[in-house]
């Protein structure tokens, strides 16, 4: 199993569309093209009310979909998107040892 665990921002006043965007478009399109799961937490060490940090996590059954999923040209427009919305993107990529 590989987990892909992003950390980012989004400005307050777009969070509102943000979450709509990513629950009408991002989250559907990633886990109809081989994400396993698409999980979206606002930051819980915030107060809701300054909060800007949110933390998503994508789940693979194994390399080689999460390389081919992550690849795929009909992906660009949706992290054209997800780019729109967030700043100051971290990844940090952890694979199940078995």
């Not at 933390?55 to 979909?65: A, I, L, R």
């Not at 040209?73 to 780019?83: M, R, T």
Request: proline share 4%; net charge negative; glycine share 4%.
């Amino acid at each position: 199993m590989i987990r892909i665990v992003f950390t980012y921002e989004v400005r307050k006043e777009k969070q509102d569309e943000y979450l709509k965007v990513t629950a009408d478009q991002i989250k559907p399109f990633w886990e109809s093209h081989g994400c396993d799961a698409y999980t979206l937490w606002q930051s819980l060490w915030q107060s809701p009310e300054e909060s800007t940090t949110f933390v998503k996590e994508m789940v693979f059954k194994d390399e080689p979909t999460m390389q081919r999923t992550m690849s795929l040209e009909d992906g660009q427009p949706i992290k054209k998107l997800f780019s729109q919305f967030a700043t100051g993107v971290t990844r940090a990529t952890y694979r199940q040892v078995v």
